[in-house]
């Protein structure tokens, strides 16, 4: 949740605010906080998700701008190295 709307215009659509989500699952969290969509995203049935990459949200504790910028950075570096930039 960012109160302020600009902020969260500029972030909402950033590769570090993304995941890699099936439509069932996305449509699933729906608007829920983070910690609840955590938990809808990534355990079926007691299970893991599969998609690596948007398992390490698990290790955040909350979603903030910063976190955003850190993957956003994150992604980036590695798109560049996959794609020889």
Do not use: H
């Given at each position: 949740?960012?109160?302020?709307?600009?902020e969260r215009g500029?972030?909402?659509h950033k590769l570090g605010n993304l995941l890699l989500l099936s439509h069932r699952k996305n449509s699933a969290a729906?608007?829920?906080d983070f910690e609840t969509k955590k938990e809808k995203?990534?355990?079926t049935r007691?299970?893991?998700s599969p998609f690596a990459l948007t398992?390490?949200?698990l290790n955040e504790s909350?979603?903030?701008p910063e976190v955003i910028a850190r993957r956003q950075g994150d992604l980036l570096g590695r798109l560049?190295?996959?794609w020889r930039l």
């Open positions: 949740m960012f109160p302020d709307a600009g500029r972030l909402t729906q608007n829920y995203y990534f355990v007691g299970k893991v398992t390490q949200v909350e979603w903030t560049k190295d996959l």
